[in-house]
């Protein structure tokens, strides 16, 4: 077995977004293709963004970093394997809902 996924039903912390007024979608701090959130110059990655599992939130801390030091370019790659691993959680979220 490579991996094992087991939910317990926990939801983001959505905290520290309302603090700074970020919108919120679907129980989660909202952003865009490049982890922005809708406040300018605020990024947010990871479990407040929607439950992923630490690959998911550490490829988003990378695209997050990378455009907070304006190498959006440099994030491409990144974003297909963010994609593969946000299928991966809805398809957690679908079985185990």
Do not use: M
């Amino acid at each position: 077995c490579d991996k094992l996924a087991i939910g317990y039903g926990l939801v983001p912390n959505l905290e520290p977004g309302l603090f700074f007024s970020c919108a919120i979608s679907n129980d989660a701090v909202q952003v865009d293709e490049l982890q922005r959130t809708s406040v300018k110059n605020i990024y947010a990655a990871g479990e407040c963004t929607g439950f992923g599992g630490s690959e998911l939130a550490l490829i988003e801390g990378e695209i997050a970093g990378l455009c907070a030091a304006d190498r959006a370019h440099e994030t491409k790659f990144l974003q297909q394997k963010r994609t593969r691993w946000q299928r991966f959680a809805l398809t957690l979220h679908k079985t185990f809902a």
